[in-house]
């Protein structure tokens, strides 16, 4: 009955009805009263007119000889340093234990950590503090938590770490000619290489520019339009978001307690984060399939075998006909519905406005 008057009706709920049982007596009809949240109208701003300030990501020689070495880092040899004392850029493994006012805190000792001088990856102060140091040397080292640490009981907290280094060793780099581009590629000079490296790069910008044209214009969008977004529509999405990050961390072998724990930090505190994002999320979808009815925007079954073909592919699926198949209905009209959307913003981008 329900379903019947929902189709009757022409209504598009966006959660659960809440039910109210009104008369429920023998020998009468039975009165029940359902109230649902529906999908709110949505006022579109000026589409076909927006402005946005001009992206152009370029790549210098910089950049170039950066990536190349990182290449060249990534494939040096790592070898023990001799008797000379450390300098930027070792590779030193260390014991550490971490007290603020005479005692050990939570997280702050480790065993046999990898620490490479220059990379930053320590507190502030810490690395260089290093310098100068031999194998075996015990080193006081006294810094002071950021401001913006993430764990928020230590910011701006005076520490001291009491280090003991076992090992100082350096990374002996390949040299940089053709040789080393036969090694590390399909190429046979060092130019080619590069240029190869000149070549990924840009297409990469051009990638960049387009996703960040693509999102300016949607937050455009959003800032121009009027939506009287329910509350539960956010509050649905922040659950999607929270099943989302809970799953990328049980990928890494944590969960959501853990991860509070770590970062000090509650369901609450996470939720609260997530709402302003999950907010302008779902104004954004709205919109997008608004533009898309207006618009009459179609989508094909030549759209929707392509965009099978290409997931086909990113999940290593050889038989494209078999994964096609085992799609549900459900999955289908979500895929109906991302096409959709994408040629709404193609449809933005066609008419906009650079300033």
Do not use: W
Request: negative net charge; without cysteine; hydrophobic residues 35%.
């Amino acid at each position: 009955a329900y379903d019947g008057a929902i189709e009757d009706l022409e209504l598009e709920p966006v959660d659960a009805p809440d039910v109210n049982v009104e008369q429920l007596e023998k020998g009468k009809p039975i009165i029940v009263e359902l109230e649902v949240t529906v999908k709110p109208e949505v006022e579109l701003g000026d589409y076909k007119g927006i402005e946005i300030e001009k992206l152009e990501y370029n790549v210098t020689e910089e950049d170039v000889e950066k990536e190349l070495e990182s290449v060249q880092r990534a494939n040096g040899r790592i070898i023990d340093i001799g008797d000379r004392e450390s300098q930027d850029g070792d590779i030193l493994t260390i014991d550490f234990e971490g007290y603020i006012d005479g005692e050990q805190f939570e997280g702050g000792t480790a065993e046999n950590q990898d620490l490479e001088i220059g990379t930053n990856q320590f507190i502030p102060g810490f690395e260089e503090q290093l310098v100068g140091k031999a194998k075996g040397d015990e080193v006081d080292v006294n810094v002071t938590f950021p401001e913006d640490y993430f764990q928020e009981d230590l910011r701006g907290k005076e520490a001291l770490f009491k280090v003991t280094i076992h090992e100082i060793k350096e990374r002996e780099l390949p040299v940089l000619d053709d040789e080393f581009a036969k090694d590390v590629s399909e190429f046979d000079t060092l130019e080619e290489y590069r240029e190869s490296i000149r070549k990924r790069l840009e297409e990469e910008a051009e990638d960049r520019e387009q996703v960040e044209l693509r999102n300016r214009a949607i937050e455009k969008m959003v800032e121009i339009s009027k939506i009287d977004l329910p509350e539960v529509m956010v509050d649905n999405q922040i659950d999607n978001e929270i099943n989302e990050f809970n799953y990328t961390l049980q990928m890494q072998g944590m969960d959501m307690e853990q991860y509070f724990s770590i970062t000090n930090t509650t369901m609450e505190d996470f939720m609260e984060q997530a709402r302003p994002a999950a907010d302008k999320k779902v104004r954004a979808e709205l919109i997008l399939s608004k533009i898309g009815e207006v618009e009459e925007i179609e989508v094909t079954d030549e759209d929707i075998d392509a965009e099978l073909e290409k997931m086909a592919k990113q999940y290593n699926q050889e038989d494209v006909e078999e994964f096609k198949s085992n799609m549900r209905k459900g999955d289908l009209e979500h895929i109906r519905s991302g096409i959709m959307k994408n040629k709404a913003v193609d449809l933005l981008l066609e008419n906009i406005k650079f300033i």
